[in-house]
């Protein structure tokens, strides 16, 4: 499993629809992906929210953006993740 950070932004239609239940239908999304959300945040400034995801790899955090942006109306961008530890290995 890759770990994914998804940062969303809210369009004006998307603020209007904010709910528990569409938080439900994200988690959702993620999981017919075969992946899992590590955690979910709220954000102020440029990015309205963030999710930290894992999943089996770049095809599927593609399909999950994209069908999260069109179910929820919010616009994500997608980055790959890689733990220090890791990233320090793969360096040397």
Excluded: H
């Excluded at 995801?53 to 919010?74: M, Q």
């Excluded at 980055?79 to 890791?86: D, F, G, R, S």
Aim: charged share 25%.
């Amino acid at each position: 499993m890759e770990t994914f950070f998804l940062f969303g932004r809210y369009s004006v239609e998307s603020i209007q629809n904010i709910s528990a239940k569409r938080t439900k239908q994200a988690e959702k999304i993620i999981r017919g992906m075969g992946g899992t959300i590590k955690s979910m945040y709220a954000l102020l400034g440029e990015r309205d929210v963030v999710l930290i995801v894992s999943l089996p790899g770049l095809e599927e955090a593609i399909k999950a953006s994209i069908g999260l942006t069109k179910s929820t109306g919010i616009v994500f961008s997608t980055t790959p993740a890689v733990e220090v530890n890791k990233f320090d290995k793969m360096m040397a």
